[in-house]
C-alpha cells in the first residue's frame, strides 16, 4: 500500500471534460454569491472522513454512481461509506486523464479526527473489488471512534508534506462555476504543490467556487482566484488561517464551524488545529435567529473560550447555476469570542 499518490506526470493528455461540452449560458451562480457577498461560514463538508476515488476524464454530474463500476458494488460501497460518516469523492490530477488502459489508480482514505499515524491512507485498485479494501479502512476508523469517542475532539494539525492533499473542485458537470474558477486554480496550485494537488468532485457550496479543501487538516477555502489561491494555502500552512477565505472545518455542525473561525478572527491567528471543541449546545434563540449554539473551545494555551453563534436565513436566491427557483439558506452568524480563562476573561 503506497505511503503517496501515483506519479501525477504518467499520461500528460489534457484531460477531464471540455468546457465547450458544458453549458455556459446565462448567469453564474459565482458571480451572484459575490456581488451579493454571501457569507460562506459554516459551509465546510459537514462529513468526519472522506473516501477518496482516483477516475481519470470526465465526470458525470453525481460522479461516484456514475462510475463505470458494478452497480450493486456501488451501492454496497456507497451505503457502507454513509454508514461510517464519509463522503465519497472523485479525484483526479490537475489537467491529465489516462490516455490508456489504466493498470492502477490510488484510493485514499482520510479521516482528519483519527490519530496522526491512522489519518490518511492510501491504497490502489485496478480491479472494481478492490475499492472494498477502501471502504473496509473507512470502517475500522468509523469503528474505532466509536470505541474510544471522547467528544468532539481537536481538529486536525498538519501533517507531514507526504499526507496533505490540496483538493480542488473542477466539478463543471455538477456546476459549470466548478469548472470555470476552480480548474484555472487547480493548475496554479499544482505548480507549487505538484504532488499534493488534485481536482475533486463536489464539495459543496458550488456558489462559492473556487473551493478547495486541505485534508488531513479538514480546512476548506471559498471564493479563491488564480491571485489569491497560493497565498492562502501558503498562509494556512505557514499557521495564519485566512479568516476572509475559510469557509469553515469538515466534520463539524455549521454553528461549531463558525465558532472556530470567530476564535481564529477574533484572538488569532492560530496554528490550524491547536484550537479544540469543548462543548456545543443549542441555546433559545433571540431575535430573527432561527437557532442558536453555544460553543466552548479550548485555545492553544489551555484556556477557555465561548462563543455564541445565531442562525439565520438569508433571501431566497438562485444557490447553484442549475437552480430552478430563489430559494433561503441558513446560516449561522457567530458573535464576540469570550475567553473564560485567565487574566483575558470577559
Given at each position: 500500500?503506497?505511503?503517496?499518490?501515483?506519479?501525477?506526470?504518467?499520461?500528460?493528455?489534457s484531460g477531464s471534460e471540455a468546457l465547450s461540452?458544458?453549458?455556459?449560458?446565462?448567469?453564474?451562480?459565482?458571480?451572484?454569491?459575490?456581488?451579493?457577498?454571501?457569507?460562506?461560514?459554516?459551509?465546510?463538508?459537514?462529513?468526519?472522513?472522506?473516501?477518496?476515488?482516483?477516475?481519470?476524464?470526465?465526470?458525470?454530474?453525481?460522479?461516484?454512481?456514475?462510475?463505470?463500476?458494478?452497480?450493486?458494488?456501488?451501492?454496497?460501497?456507497?451505503?457502507?461509506?454513509?454508514?461510517?460518516?464519509?463522503?465519497?469523492?472523485?479525484?483526479?490530477?490537475?489537467?491529465?486523464?489516462?490516455?490508456?488502459?489504466?493498470?492502477?489508480?490510488?484510493?485514499?482514505?482520510?479521516?482528519?479526527?483519527?490519530?496522526?499515524?491512522?489519518?490518511?491512507?492510501?491504497?490502489?485498485?485496478?480491479?472494481?473489488?478492490?475499492?472494498?479494501?477502501?471502504?473496509?479502512?473507512?470502517?475500522?476508523?468509523?469503528?474505532?471512534?466509536?470505541?474510544?469517542?471522547?467528544?468532539?475532539?481537536?481538529?486536525?494539525?498538519?501533517?507531514?508534506?507526504?499526507?496533505?492533499l490540496i483538493l480542488v473542485c473542477t466539478h463543471?458537470?455538477?456546476?459549470?462555476?466548478?469548472?470555470?474558477?476552480?480548474?484555472?486554480?487547480?493548475?496554479?496550485?499544482?505548480?507549487?504543490?505538484?504532488?499534493?494537488?488534485?481536482?475533486?468532485?463536489?464539495?459543496?457550496?458550488?456558489?462559492?467556487?473556487?473551493?478547495?479543501?486541505?485534508?488531513?487538516?479538514?480546512?476548506?477555502?471559498?471564493?479563491?482566484?488564480?491571485?489569491?489561491?497560493?497565498?492562502?494555502v501558503q498562509a494556512h500552512l505557514d499557521g495564519?488561517?485566512?479568516?476572509?477565505?475559510?469557509?469553515?472545518?469538515?466534520?463539524?455542525?455549521?454553528?461549531?464551524?463558525?465558532?472556530?473561525?470567530?476564535?481564529?478572527?477574533?484572538?488569532?491567528?492560530?496554528?490550524?488545529?491547536?484550537?479544540?471543541?469543548?462543548?456545543?449546545?443549542?441555546?433559545?434563540?433571540?431575535?430573527?435567529?432561527?437557532?442558536?449554539?453555544?460553543?466552548?473551545?479550548?485555545?492553544?494555551?489551555?484556556?477557555?473560550?465561548?462563543?455564541?453563534?445565531?442562525?439565520?436565513?438569508?433571501?431566497?436566491?438562485?444557490?447553484?447555476?442549475?437552480?430552478?427557483?430563489?430559494?433561503?439558506?441558513?446560516?449561522?452568524?457567530?458573535?464576540?469570542?469570550?475567553?473564560?480563562?485567565?487574566?483575558?476573561?470577559?
Amino acid at each position: 500500500m503506497p505511503a503517496s499518490p501515483p506519479d501525477p506526470a504518467r499520461d500528460p493528455v489534457s484531460g477531464s471534460e471540455a468546457l465547450s461540452d458544458l453549458d455556459l449560458s446565462g448567469a453564474r451562480c459565482s458571480d451572484a454569491a459575490r456581488e451579493r457577498h454571501d457569507p460562506m461560514l459554516g459551509t465546510a463538508p459537514p462529513q468526519r472522513r472522506f473516501l477518496l476515488v482516483e477516475q481519470e476524464g470526465g465526470w458525470a454530474f453525481d460522479g461516484f454512481p456514475s462510475m463505470s463500476l458494478p452497480e450493486d458494488l456501488k451501492a454496497e460501497i456507497a451505503a457502507r461509506a454513509e454508514a461510517a460518516g464519509a463522503r465519497i469523492m472523485l479525484i483526479r490530477r490537475p489537467g491529465r486523464h489516462s490516455s490508456a488502459v489504466c493498470l492502477s489508480r490510488a484510493w485514499c482514505v482520510v479521516d482528519p479526527a483519527a490519530p496522526s499515524d491512522r489519518r490518511v491512507t492510501w491504497g490502489t485498485w485496478a480491479y472494481p473489488a478492490e475499492l472494498l479494501g477502501a471502504v473496509d479502512r473507512v470502517e475500522e476508523l468509523h469503528a474505532a471512534q466509536a470505541a474510544d469517542d471522547a467528544g468532539p475532539g481537536a481538529d486536525a494539525a498538519s501533517g507531514p508534506d507526504e499526507d496533505r492533499l490540496i483538493l480542488v473542485c473542477t466539478h463543471g458537470r455538477k456546476d459549470v462555476c466548478c469548472a470555470l474558477r476552480g480548474r484555472p486554480v487547480a493548475l496554479d496550485l499544482a505548480r507549487r504543490w505538484p504532488e499534493q494537488v488534485w481536482e475533486c468532485t463536489h464539495t459543496g457550496g458550488d456558489r462559492f467556487a473556487a473551493n478547495v479543501v486541505l485534508l488531513p487538516d479538514g480546512a476548506t477555502y471559498g471564493g479563491l482566484d488564480t491571485p489569491t489561491a497560493a497565498d492562502v494555502v501558503q498562509a494556512h500552512l505557514d499557521g495564519r488561517p485566512d479568516t476572509a477565505h475559510l469557509r469553515g472545518a469538515t466534520g463539524h455542525p455549521r454553528a461549531v464551524q463558525a465558532a472556530l473561525v470567530a476564535v481564529h478572527e477574533q484572538l488569532g491567528p492560530f496554528p490550524w488545529g491547536s484550537v479544540a471543541v469543548a462543548d456545543a449546545t443549542s441555546v433559545e434563540p433571540t431575535g430573527q435567529d432561527v437557532a442558536a449554539h453555544r460553543v466552548t473551545l479550548r485555545l492553544p494555551d489551555g484556556r477557555r473560550a465561548q462563543v455564541d453563534v445565531g442562525e439565520h436565513l438569508r433571501p431566497a436566491a438562485r444557490l447553484t447555476c442549475r437552480a430552478a427557483a430563489p430559494k433561503e439558506s441558513q446560516v449561522p452568524v457567530a458573535g464576540p469570542v469570550r475567553v473564560l480563562d485567565g487574566p483575558d476573561a470577559s
